[in-house]
């Protein structure tokens, strides 16, 4: 997680060390700018949990980039992932060899953000030319799961988002 607006940047190992820092900064009374919530996301299980805590900062923006669900409707897609793999989310019990995860939706990302008070406007990738897409592959599958990103802000603005 990178916060910025006196700048922090916070790379969880696990999925539930991606908590902790917002908490502790909330408890504090920090806020920030703008924070980014960058591939994170579909390795918790939590995802409300998360986003409640990251309105506790009073940001005035949110990035998320994250893989979601080709669904029509907001759901969150369980899935398991390998817990020896670096960069997967971390056991969530002793001994687990695959944790289970959440993968939103894109309607679960804009329900999610009106709960708490944001808008959601989503990146339009479509705009990258086809020839330039190599690196950014994931953006453009056809089926299942794409990433995608998207910008959170006040609904309402020069208000803080209400809390949850």
């Known amino acids: 997680m990178v916060r910025a607006g006196g700048v922090r940047a916070h790379t969880p190992r696990g999925s539930s060390e991606v908590f902790a820092p917002p908490a502790v900064d909330a408890a504090r009374g920090r806020q920030y700018d703008i924070v980014a919530v960058l591939g994170?996301?579909?390795?918790v299980m939590d995802h409300f949990r998360l986003f409640?805590?990251?309105?506790?900062?009073?940001?005035?923006?949110?990035?998320?980039?994250?893989?979601?669900?080709?669904?029509p409707g907001p759901v969150i897609v369980l899935q398991r992932e390998r817990t020896d793999k670096d960069l997967n989310a971390i056991a969530q019990v002793a001994g687990q060899e695959k944790a289970l995860i959440g993968i939103p939706s894109f309607p679960a990302m804009e329900a999610m953000a009106d709960a708490l008070g944001y808008r959601c406007d989503w990146i339009d990738w479509s705009a990258l030319p086809e020839g330039h897409r190599a690196a950014v592959g994931d953006y453009y599958r056809p089926e299942h799961k794409r990433r995608g990103t998207c910008l959170l802000r006040p609904a309402k603005p020069g208000k803080a988002p209400r809390r949850a």
């Open 40 to 43: 994170i996301l579909y390795h």
């Open 52 to 71: 409640r805590l990251v309105q506790k900062l009073r940001p005035r923006l949110v990035i998320v980039d994250s893989e979601f669900m080709l669904r």
